[in-house]
Nanobody
Framework: QLQLVESGGGLVQPGGSLRLSCAVSGFPLNYFVIGWFRQAPGKEREGVSC????????VYADSAKGRFTISRDNARNTVYLQMNNLKPEDTAVYYC????????????????WGQGTQVTVSS
């Protein structure tokens, strides 16, 4: 059974960095495209970044461009989200999700989700 487990969240000061990990088990990671999504209190879930399994192509939300980097290590069955220059508005629960393909990096395209990891950016 496919499972996704996020880790790496925490409390960081504005301008700081975190690296989130999404460990995939049950199937080889290269079967899936992976997306990172986030949901802040009182807000809808939004896409942050997605990565394909064919050519490693990536998609970023405007809010993530230039600050976040998604990558995948198929040998380790893990996808990463490196987040730099974090801002208070990045505070949210971050989720990774998997499916066979995506077009828009939208949450409705992904069928399997992890439990989420909290990221809090505050001084």
């Amino acid at each position: 059974q496919l499972q996704l487990v996020e880790s790496g969240g925490g409390l960081v000061q504005p301008g700081g960095s975190l690296r989130l990990s999404c460990a995939v088990s049950g199937f080889p990671l290269n079967y899936f495209v992976i997306g990172w999504f986030r949901q802040a209190p009182g807000k809808e879930r939004e896409g942050v970044s997605c990565i394909s399994n064919s050519d490693g192509s990536t998609v970023y939300a405007d809010s993530a461009k230039g600050r976040f980097t998604i990558s995948r290590d198929n040998a380790r069955n893990t996808v990463y989200l490196q987040m730099n220059n974090l801002k208070p508005e990045d505070t949210a629960v971050y989720y990774c999700a998997a499916d066979r393909t995506y077009y828009y990096c939208s949450d409705y395209e992904f069928g399997k989700w992890g439990q989420g990891t909290q990221v809090t950016v505050s001084s």
